[in-house]
């Protein structure tokens, strides 16, 4: 708490917690793949993903900070760059930063259709950023009544240099998969978000549902809808069950 403020500047510092974790990471494991978001809200201090000028989300001023995010983070040696912020014309900014200082291989998996949904909860207790967040996301994340919104999301995420694009939350949202994979055929994932997880645990401990069955049927949902790629909290167990 005593790092956030108003901009967010925590995110730049290059020995802020999530650099830290990165270097550590690789130098035990240099194999080791890593992916990291880059939005303000684990530092800002009223919640929001970008800077709040009279009640409104600046897009382009933010657009800024998350290059430097974004830099700062390839520079600890993180290999995938996700904007989970979803301001208008971060990955193209994003590119651009990163091959000017030669990380021209370093990835972006764009949080592409990000709507603005109740299963994030559990993240954003974890995170404190829901006591503190002033009004919601509603400006600059998704309706959910809406599907062809995503599809224009994707599109620009695309056309503006994304590697990857991804479908969050999973569940709820197996049709835009769905149209996204069929649409563009781009490597898409999909997030499996602390909501989701919550439910099926919470079901789970109450013994209403079978654990290691309703895990591999949540994950293998996302496969058929056309995923490529999951990021789920039930990594590990998956992968322990799928050796089995
Ligand atoms: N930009 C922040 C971010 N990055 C990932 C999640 C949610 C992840 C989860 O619920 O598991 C969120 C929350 C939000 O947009 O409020």
Request: aromatic share 8%; proline share 3%.
């Amino acid at each position: 708490m005593a790092l956030r403020d108003e901009k967010g500047t925590e995110a730049l510092n290059p020995d802020n917690l999530m650099c830290k974790a990165a270097r550590t990471l690789k130098n035990a494991f240099p194999q080791l793949g890593l992916i990291g978001d880059v939005a303000l809200d684990p530092y800002t201090n009223h919640g929001h993903d970008g800077l709040v000028q009279d009640g409104k989300i600046l897009n382009d001023d933010t657009v800024q900070i998350l290059c430097q995010q974004a830099l700062n983070q390839a520079r600890a040696g993180i290999d995938i760059i996700a904007p989970s912020d979803m301001m208008d014309g971060r990955v193209h900014a994003i590119r651009t930063m990163l091959d000017q200082h030669d990380f021209t291989e370093t990835r972006i998996m764009a949080y592409a259709a990000k709507y603005a949904s109740a299963f994030y909860g559990p993240f954003r207790d974890a995170l404190g950023s829901d006591a503190l967040l002033s009004g919601d996301k509603s400006t600059y994340q998704m309706s959910a009544s809406n599907s062809d919104e995503a599809l224009r999301e994707v599109a620009h995420d695309i056309a503006e240099g994304a590697d990857m694009v991804m479908v969050k939350p999973g569940m709820p949202y197996l049709d835009i998969i769905r149209r996204v994979r069929d649409e563009f055929s781009m490597p898409t994932f999909a997030y499996q978000v602390s909501g989701e997880y919550a439910m099926i645990m919470a079901a789970i401990q109450n013994g209403w549902l079978d654990r290691e069955k309703t895990i591999m049927e949540s994950l293998m949902a996302f496969k058929r809808a056309g995923c490529n790629g999951v990021l789920t909290y039930f990594a590990l167990e998956a992968a322990q069950l799928l050796r089995k």
